[in-house]
């Protein structure tokens, strides 16, 4: 019985056919490109994050004027808060399986990986100098 009422149960579906060798080779080229691309991003992200913690004083406070009346975010968690999701993101790189990825998933891979390294340091950029200008090292 195959319709509505009764679906077919797991074990009787059919398997995915499994990755080529093409598929996997391509998908460890892939990989290995992410991980430069993070790595990249990490290195840049890491030298803007020196730039800051050297150009200004270690109590200076990214400013933020959201709810209960908080002066600020101090300096070191502001410059993590991108530094680590972008660590994450290379790390998943390392996974044993990272390699397993037909051409939609590698094209994705690609696109939405770089676009996400691209934003982060983007941020890490504009909340750098934003403290760069807080604590003085920059004219407003």
Not at 29 to 43: E, F, N, P, Q, T
Not at 53 to 71: A, E, I, K, M
Not at 96 to 112: E, F, G, N
Request: net charge neutral.
């Amino acid at each position: 019985m195959n319709d509505e009422e009764h679906p077919v149960p797991w074990d009787e579906r059919p398997a995915k056919a499994a990755l080529t060798e093409e598929d996997l080779f391509l998908g460890q080229k892939s990989v290995r490109i992410m991980k430069l691309v993070y790595a990249a991003g990490i290195l840049v992200c890491g030298g803007l994050a020196i730039l800051v913690f050297s150009s200004v004083p270690w109590d200076t406070r990214l400013p933020y004027s959201g709810q209960f009346g908080r002066n600020g975010i101090p300096m070191p968690i502001a410059m993590l808060a991108v530094f680590v999701p972008l660590l994450g993101l290379w790390r998943s790189t390392t996974k044993a399986d990272a390699h397993q990825m037909r051409k939609p998933s590698r094209l994705t891979a690609y696109i939405v990986g770089t676009g996400m390294m691209l934003v982060f340091v983007g941020a890490q950029w504009a909340m750098g100098h934003a403290i760069l200008v807080e604590g003085g090292a920059l004219p407003a």
